[in-house]
């Protein structure tokens, strides 16, 4: 089991430019998370998903979108990305036991 | 609104010593707390869970206790290595508005050889 990948694992942008995150799961999760790490702020929450098709707003959405088409993907899109959107981005699922399961991060650079 | 601190910030102790990290949250409200390592420049592993029923969680030379009244856990690490470096996360789980954990800045530990 591959667990939770994401895609792209790095990426430059430009301010304007857009982009999509994808996360996917092989784990049959219904709860899916997007994180973004930044120095000193520690992991915050952007936006989750309860389930297909359903989406929330978490603590910092604004500037993001996100979908949840498939039970096994989570999107995260930047229509217009801002320096202020540079940071590691990590996508997680939670368990049956309410444990959360990451993966292993994109690091976002606009410049 | 939930606040989660980790003292600590950082932490350096020889190799084989036993430490304790420590971990503090505002509302006792919470469904479960959960340890997390981080290695530089990469993702978050999960280390322990601890439901809001259960006093401690064991894992080889780990060992979590929650004090939920009180608001506080510790993580002790027995016989510490040189392989434990990395940042240890602590996080909680409140009961309202949504299911998303709230974290802590954790507490960046060097284990010298």
């Known amino acids: 089991n591959a667990g939770v990948t994401q895609t792209p694992k790095f990426r430059v942008l430009k301010t304007g430019q857009s982009m999509t995150l994808l996360c996917a799961q092989d784990?049959?999760?219904?709860?899916m998370y997007w994180y973004r790490q930044d120095p000193g702020m520690g992991l915050r929450l952007i936006h989750y998903?309860?389930?297909?098709?359903?989406?929330a707003k978490g603590e910092v959405p604004d500037g993001y979108n996100v979908s949840r088409l498939k039970k096994q993907n989570f999107l995260l899109g930047l229509e217009s990305a801002a320096p202020s959107q540079t940071s590691v981005y990590f996508c997680a699922t939670q368990g049956s036991y309410n444990e959360q399961f990451f993966g292993p991060g994109t690091r976002l650079t606009v410049l | 609104k939930q606040e989660v601190t980790q003292i600590p910030a950082a932490l350096s102790v020889p190799e084989g010593e036993n430490l304790v990290l420590n971990c503090s949250f505002t509302d006792s409200a919470i469904y479960n707390l959960q340890w997390f390592r981080q290695d530089p420049g990469k993702g978050l592993t999960s280390l322990l869970l601890?439901?809001?029923?259960?006093r401690e969680q064991t894992s080889g030379r780990l060992n979590a206790s929650l004090d939920k009244s009180s608001g506080r856990s510790t993580l002790y690490i027995a016989a510490s290595q040189p392989g434990d470096s990395a940042t240890y996360l602590c996080?909680?789980?409140?009961?309202?508005?949504?299911?998303?954990?709230?974290f802590g800045k954790g507490t960046t530990l060097s284990v010298s050889s």
């Open positions: 784990m049959n999760h219904e709860y």
């Open positions: 998903s309860v389930g297909e098709g359903t989406t």
């Open positions: 996080a909680v789980r409140p009961y309202q508005a949504g299911t998303a954990l709230i």
């Open positions: 601890i439901q809001s029923s259960q």
